[in-house]
């Protein structure tokens, strides 16, 4: 099974709509994130979390929030869906400030 | 503030030739580097990293990088290219609050027979 893994992997949903990703892992890291990439950017950090109580935001936070609801698991939510949130989703976990392990990917398409 | 610089968005070799992506960093503390490669439809895995120790990193599917902080580099090398290495490949290097990875845009590797 999968350390990181990602639901839905894929997601059409349209303008105005609120839509949750949900991240879980099962490596018992302390730390998680959410990036987008975006073809020719990169990617870019949502939010990050160091534990249940302690969520931080990133460089592109904007139109977008977390829930640490467990150590194991980190979701993120679109209140209000735009076009240009169409991107692909990624969460990650670390232990400490070292190497961060991907989960799969959410391809997220807002019409 | 941490900086990464991939050079050259797309590079193209022919199987069994010298594979070399090129990273430049910029950073005000001793940087953790890290090279993450991406298969088509797959999350990023972690190709090798550089944590202050031995300046060459050897790490999975013969990759290599060098730390160079003369020339703020770390670039990654692999001697023989192989049809499965075509991918994206990015290279990251951890903030200076030590909180997150920056990443460089990516260089897609295509490998031609």
């Known amino acids: 099974d999968a350390d990181v893994t990602q639901t839905p992997r894929n997601r059409i949903t349209k303008t105005g709509k609120r839509i949750m990703l949900e991240c879980s892992q099962t490596k018992g890291h302390d730390r998680m994130y959410w990036y987008r990439q975006d073809p020719g950017l990169g990617l870019r950090l949502i939010y990050y979390s160091f534990d249940v109580k302690d969520i931080n935001k990133g460089e592109i936070s904007d139109g977008y929030s977390v829930s640490r609801q467990a150590q194991a698991k980190f979701s993120l939510s679109l209140e209000s869906a735009i076009p240009n949130q169409t991107a692909l989703y990624f969460c990650?976990?670390?232990?400490?400030?070292?190497?961060?392990?991907f989960g799969p990917g959410t391809r997220l398409t807002v019409t | 503030a941490q900086s990464v610089t991939q050079l050259g968005s797309h590079v193209s070799v022919s199987e069994g030739a010298l594979v070399l992506l090129r990273c430049n960093y910029s950073?005000?503390?001793?940087?953790?580097l890290f090279w993450y490669v991406q298969y088509p439809n797959q999350g990023l895995q972690l190709l090798l990293k550089?944590?202050?120790?031995?300046?060459l990193v050897k790490g999975i599917n013969g990759f290599e990088a060098e730390f160079k902080k003369s020339e703020t580099s770390f670039h990654l090398t692999k001697p023989s290219a192989h049809m499965s290495d075509a991918a994206e490949y990015f290279c990251?290097?951890?903030?200076?609050?030590?909180?997150?990875?920056?990443f460089g845009k990516g260089t897609t590797l295509s490998v031609s027979s």
């Open positions: 950073s005000s503390v001793p940087p953790y």
């Open positions: 990650a976990t670390s232990q400490g400030s070292y190497e961060q392990y």
């Open positions: 990251a290097v951890i903030d200076q609050a030590g909180t997150a990875l920056i």
């Open positions: 550089y944590t202050s120790a031995a300046t």
